[in-house]
């Protein structure tokens, strides 16, 4: 099978960026992988171990070149990368990104485009609580869901070729409109984000014991932990960009925790029995 673009440019060499372009090597679908980061050091490294094959601290013409570009850095400053690398595209260079939010990027990219690029955004669901292409795998995104966000004037070409790279390294591909991506992924994933970080500092506050109370958390626990040891600033600038959608749902969850704290404090054996096992008959369907 032929490769699909001759030069794939990855901006962010983190878990996702490090993992695609493995992914990419391994199925031969690039002629060519050009990293672009902040540290020389990193990237080297990247390089060194085969990951990529040549690197740049820079936004430089080497971009012209390109026949895709993917931004996998944290959200908050993907549009700053995008602003950045305008002037040195050339016009049927794509560019896509990995970011969990997706209605901001996507409105602001079709502010900038013109004539200059092609742009469609993605999301491959697709994670660990792992950072850095140190801990990335070239079967991360292998039965994962991949959402694309097309709008009307996006180029059916482009789009079809982004379909094809994410489809060709295992995911199954699902379009969906920017705006509901943002809401579904506000209770399905951010949330569930917030949950483990207020868990795990809301335990760090209590005090009195002469050990640590972490050392007697079983199995439920760890998944909570393994959660909130996710990247830091990743997670600052998602709750932040999608706060519009994040504040309802975490409201809602609020108000159900209020109604369980209701419950145990009225000692409402029957209204407690019917909520849990409500979430026991749900996780069943699941299976």
Known sequence: ???LFERMVIVGLGLIGGSLAKAVKEKNLAGEILGIGRSEERLARAKDQGIIDGYSVQVDDALSKADLIVVATP???II????KMIPFLGKETIVTD???VKKQIVDRVEELISDSFYFVGSHPIAGTENSGFEASFPTLFEGRKCIITPVATTNPKALERVKELWTRVGSTVVCMDAEKHDEVLAAVSHLPHIIAY???NSLLKIEGFEESIFSFSAGGFKDFTRIAASHSEMWRDIALMNKDKLIPVIKLFQDYLNELKDAIEKGDAEKLFSEFQKSRNFKKLMK
Do not use: L
């Open 80 to 83: 700053d990368w995008i602003k």
């Open 75 to 77: 959200v908050g400053i």
């Open 198 to 200: 207020s868990m795990v």
């Open 1 to 3: 099978m032929s490769v």
């Open 98 to 100: 990995v970011g969990s």
